[in-house]
């Protein structure tokens, strides 16, 4: 059977277990997330941000990490800002965990961030004026995620 007809066959689900390949997966995404308005209300006052937009790339990688890999390497070193003490026992997963990390793809546009305008419910033809963020740089940024 030719390369290019397995590759094109489908694998049943019964069949997952015997796949073997590298550990990880990584997503990669183009944002262009658009926003018109978000009010905010409270007490009697609010706040309008108009034209919301965050546009740009993000290179994920996600990991398996044993817990112990976790406890022994990482949550010593304050990664969680916890070093030790009685409120470490709160952040120790009880399995594997999820290492989330933002990796550096020279392909993808930065990320760049806009707010159109912000103003007050009492004042609604007045604005503060606009945000602009450009070419904010995510790249390195390691979370983790378990279940407790």
Do not use: C, H
């Amino acid at each position: 059977m030719a390369l290019l007809t397995v590759a094109k066959t489908p694998v049943e689900d019964v069949d997952l277990r015997q796949v073997n390949g590298q550990d990880g997966v990584n997503i990669t995404a183009d944002l262009n997330y658009k926003v018109a308005s978000y009010v905010y209300t409270s007490g009697g006052g609010s706040i309008t941000i108009k034209d919301l937009k965050i546009a740009g790339g993000v290179d994920v990688m996600l990991d398996d990490i044993s817990k112990t890999a976790f406890t022994n390497d990482l949550a010593p070193s304050g990664v969680l800002g916890v070093t030790g003490g009685a409120g470490l026992p709160a952040f120790v997963p009880t399995g594997d965990v999820v290492k989330v990390t933002l990796i550096d793809n020279p392909k993808l546009k930065p990320l760049n961030i806009s707010v159109g305008s912000v103003s007050m419910g009492n004042a609604p033809g007045q604005s503060f004026g606009s945000i602009t963020i450009n070419q904010a740089d995510l790249r390195g940024t390691t979370g983790f995620i378990w279940a407790r």
